[in-house]
C-alpha cells in the first residue's frame, strides 16, 4: 500500500518548501503527527517520508506532488515590502497564510500573462508616473481622470460593496489584477501590491470593511503610480524622518483626496453652519463617510487638511474609532462567489475565455479558480453580473 512505500523526493526540496511557506518543524510535525527530528530528517535525507506523508506535506505547504521530484528548488518571487499595516504595528515575519497570499498573487500575475500571449493579445497597463513632491490634490484630479471618474459627490452608490465595485472595476480597466485575500489579520496586512509590469497586482485584505477595502485599493495604486515600496501605516506624522513613511504620508493623502475631493466636502450639507475649527458631532461625521463610501477616518483626515477639525479633535476621535471592530462580518459566501471576489473579474475573465476557447482544461480552470468544476456555471454567471464582495 502506498502509505508504506518510501518517496524518492528530493531533501532540498521539502526544506525549501517548509520554509517558504513559513512554517517550522514543529509546526510542521505537529500537522502531520510525526517528530519534529523525523521531519528535520526528511530534509537532511537521512530518512524519506511515506508517499502519503509527502502527498500530506505537500497539502500543507500547498505544493503538488510532483513538485518533491524536482532536482532543485524553483527560482523564487523577491520578497515584498509594500504592505499596509494597522498604524502603530511593528513588521514581523509574515505568517504562512500572507505568505501564501503573496505566493498566489505571483501565480495569478504569471497564469495571466501566459493566457493574454496565448490568446494573441497584449496587455498594456495604463499608470499616471507620479512624484511623492508632487501636490497632492492635483495628483488625486489625475487619478480620478484617468479612472474615468469625474462627476461630483458618488451619491449614487447604493451600498459601500457597490463603491467598491466600481473603483475594482476602474482600476482593473487599466490592465491592473485586484485581488482580495483571507485567513490574514489586519494587523499583519491590510494590502500589498506587486510593481512588476505589465500586470502589477493590488491585493486587499477581505476580512476588513468594504469601507477600508477602498482605501487599501487606492492607497496601492498610488504606491504602483510612484514605483516605490515601504510598510504602510494609517497614520500620518509630523516631521518624518524616513522617506518610507513620507512616502506612507503622500499615498494616504492621495488616497483620501481621490475619494474625498474637498470641493465635494466642504459643499456637503452636513457642513452646513459647522464652524472651521469646532466639533463636530459624531452623526454628521457618519453621515459624510456614508455620503462618500469611505470609513470615518478618512473623513476626519480630510477635515482635519482643510482645517474643519482641530488636531486635538481629530486625534480623539481616531483613538475612539480604532478602538471600535473594524471587521467584515459577510457571512457565508458559497464557493463560486468567493473564488470571484478573491481572483477578480479580469483574472477570472481571462480564466473562463481561455477556456471556451479550448486553450486550457476545465481541471486548468479549477486549479486557477480554485474552485471545484461543478460550481463554475455559477461563477460564469456571476462575472457577468459582476457581483464581487
Not at 518533491?68 to 513588521?91: K, N, S, T
Not at 466600481?166 to 510593481?195: H, P, Y
Not at 479550448?358 to 474552485?371: G, K, M, P
Request: hydrophobic share 40%; charged share 25%.
Amino acid at each position: 500500500m502506498s502509505h508504506s512505500v518510501s518517496a524518492l523526493a528530493t531533501p532540498t526540496l521539502i526544506e525549501w518548501a517548509r520554509r517558504k511557506a513559513g512554517l517550522s518543524h514543529d509546526q510542521v510535525a505537529k500537522k502531520l503527527q510525526v517528530t519534529p527530528e523525523r521531519v528535520s530528517a526528511w530534509e537532511s535525507g537521512t530518512l524519506k517520508p511515506t508517499v502519503t506523508q509527502l502527498r500530506n506535506f505537500g497539502r500543507i505547504v500547498k505544493r503538488p506532488l510532483a513538485f518533491f521530484y524536482l532536482p532543485e528548488p524553483p527560482h523564487d518571487f523577491d520578497a515584498i515590502r509594500d504592505f499596509r499595516r494597522l498604524a502603530g504595528v511593528e513588521p514581523e515575519p509574515e505568517s504562512p497564510e500572507l505568505l501564501l497570499a503573496i505566493r498566489t498573487a505571483h501565480d495569478r500575475r504569471s497564469i495571466a500573462l501566459e493566457l493574454i500571449e496565448e490568446l494573441g493579445e497584449v496587455a498594456e497597463t495604463k499608470i499616471p508616473t507620479i512624484n511623492p513632491s508632487d501636490d497632492p490634490e492635483n495628483i488625486a484630479l489625475i487619478i480620478r481622470d484617468n479612472l474615468g471618474y469625474n462627476s461630483s459627490t458618488p451619491t449614487g452608490w447604493s451600498s459601500a460593496y457597490d463603491a467598491l465595485n466600481f473603483w475594482r472595476d476602474a482600476i482593473e480597466e487599466k490592465n491592473i489584477l485586484v485581488l482580495q485575500f483571507g485567513d490574514v489579520s489586519r494587523a499583519e496586512a491590510r494590502g500589498f501590491s506587486l510593481t512588476d509590469l505589465p500586470l502589477p497586482i493590488i491585493a486587499v485584505n477581505r476580512s476588513e470593511l468594504p469601507q477600508a477595502r477602498i482605501f487599501s485599493l487606492i492607497h496601492e495604486l498610488i504606491h504602483l503610480a510612484l514605483n516605490k515600496g515601504g510598510l504602510c501605516d494609517f497614520i500620518e506624522r509630523e516631521n518624518n524622518q524616513y522617506e518610507e513613511q513620507r512616502i506612507e504620508v503622500f499615498c494616504n493623502r492621495v488616497a483620501g483626496a481621490v475619494l474625498v475631493p474637498l470641493a465635494d466636502l466642504l459643499s456637503d450639507n452636513n457642513l452646513v453652519g459647522h464652524r472651521r475649527g469646532q466639533p463636530l458631532e459624531d452623526i454628521k461625521i457618519s453621515n459624510l463617510a456614508r455620503v462618500f463610501r469611505v470609513s470615518r477616518e478618512v473623513i476626519l483626515r480630510r477635515l482635519l487638511i482643510s482645517n474643519q477639525i482641530t488636531q486635538q479633535f481629530y486625534e480623539k476621535k481616531r483613538s475612539q474609532y480604532e478602538n471600535e471592530k473594524h471587521i467584515s462580518q459577510p457571512g457565508f459566501a458559497p464557493p463560486h462567489a468567493l473564488a470571484l471576489s478573491s481572483a477578480g473579474p479580469t483574472f477570472t475573465n481571462l480564466v473562463l475565455r481561455s477556456y471556451r476557447e479550448h486553450r486550457i482544461t476545465a481541471t486548468d480552470v479549477a486549479e486557477f479558480l480554485s474552485v471545484r468544476l461543478k460550481h463554475l456555471s455559477l461563477l460564469e454567471s456571476s462575472l457577468n453580473r459582476r457581483t464581487l464582495a
